[in-house]
């Protein structure tokens, strides 16, 4: 399997954890010492037991199946133990407090293959700003 493959079978294998609110198989994705750059409060979460935390909080508030596309996915690999990519994702779902989830995000993901398997090191997660009002644009597409 070439590098390319490999890491859009990761991104594949994490997107079905994340529909399956699978918190155990979304962290097999990442490395021990993952840095996640996210949307929600703390913004920055270190290594697995903080990342593993932040799904299991947002996992409580949803209730039912969620609904998650990748769409745009791109990926940069050169032969070497590091790649990255980035790609747009939908989540869709209901919280538990009867309200709804149905926003768009940019994901971008960097690599490194260790002992022979790619695993995210790094995740950084945004939305764009509108500008004249400070708030942010959950429906922003490419």
């Not at 918190?23 to 996210?38: H, K, L, R, S």
């Not at 209730?63 to 990255?84: H, M, Q, R, W, Y």
Request: contains cysteine.
């Amino acid at each position: 399997m070439t590098d390319h493959a490999a890491i859009e079978a990761l991104e594949r294998r994490f997107v079905a954890a994340f529909c399956m609110k699978d918190v155990v198989q979304i962290m097999t994705c990442f490395a021990p010492g993952i840095v996640v750059f996210d949307l929600t409060i703390p913004r920055q979460h270190v290594g697995h037991a903080a990342y593993a935390k932040d799904w299991e909080g947002m996992f409580a508030r949803i209730d039912g199946p969620l609904d998650v596309e990748l769409a745009d996915l791109a990926i940069t690999t050169n032969g070497s133990s590091l790649a990255f990519s980035h790609s747009i994702v939908h989540v869709a779902g209901r919280r538990r407090d009867g309200g709804t989830v149905g926003h768009h995000a940019r994901v971008t993901h960097v690599y490194e293959k260790i002992d022979g398997a790619w695993v995210i090191v790094h995740e950084h997660v945004s939305v764009p700003i509108d500008m004249a009002t400070g708030k942010p644009d959950f429906q922003s597409k490419p």
